[in-house]
């Protein structure tokens, strides 16, 4: 009989054992499940103020790219600023050179920045038509050259970086249509004649 209580304790003590391995496997989930938590919060706090700092840095990185630009501008200020100056308490006709003067370096200046930062004007006078860049808005009857040729610009137009910005206005050459007698006058003054 002492064998059998021996064994029933030795069962008993056995089922115990067992019944704490569950309690002790979840216990050491529940261990594992805290330190991935906290690893993710963590990880997710760090990747927030990365996300923040890349924010940051953009945003000043605009700012900055902003503040080049203005301050490459400001010589034109200057320029226009000097023209007024030089034109002051001269006679007329001198003040209108020296505002001419000082408006055309001016321009100049500003084109060279802009063209510092990849705009450059498109040139179209004697340039043969081209509908992809130019638009057309006259057309001007003429035997002096070829067809289509732009002969005149009323906008210029201007490229940033090998794209097309803005096209320019321009007036293309035609040939002139014969008339009945084969002579005609740009503004029709041979019908004024006529009507005389």
């Not at 979840?26 to 963590?42: G, H, I, P, S, V």
């Amino acid at each position: 009989m002492e064998d059998v209580n021996r064994e029933f304790e030795q069962l008993k003590y056995e089922g115990a054992a067992l019944e704490d391995k569950p309690r002790e496997i979840a216990e050491e989930l529940q261990r594992e499940l805290a330190e991935m938590k906290e690893k993710y919060l963590r990880l997710y706090a760090e990747f927030e103020n990365y996300k923040k700092m890349v924010q940051k840095e953009r945003e000043e990185l605009i700012n900055h790219a902003h503040e080049k630009i203005i301050k490459d501008l400001l010589p034109i200020i200057d320029n226009f600023e000097l023209a007024i100056k030089h034109a002051s308490g001269v006679d007329s006709s001198k003040y209108v050179e020296s505002m001419k003067a000082g408006i055309e370096n001016t321009l100049k200046e500003f084109l060279r920045i802009l063209e510092k930062y990849g705009v450059k004007p498109i040139d179209t006078i004697g340039q043969g038509f081209n509908p992809e860049i130019h638009h057309a808005i006259s057309t001007l009857e003429t035997d002096e050259m070829e067809e289509n040729i732009v002969v005149d610009e009323f906008r210029k137009g201007y490229t940033y970086k090998d794209k097309l910005l803005r096209e320019p206005l321009v007036v293309v050459s035609k040939k002139p249509k014969p008339s009945e007698k084969g002579l005609s006058h740009p503004l029709g003054a041979e019908n004024l004649k006529k009507e005389a």
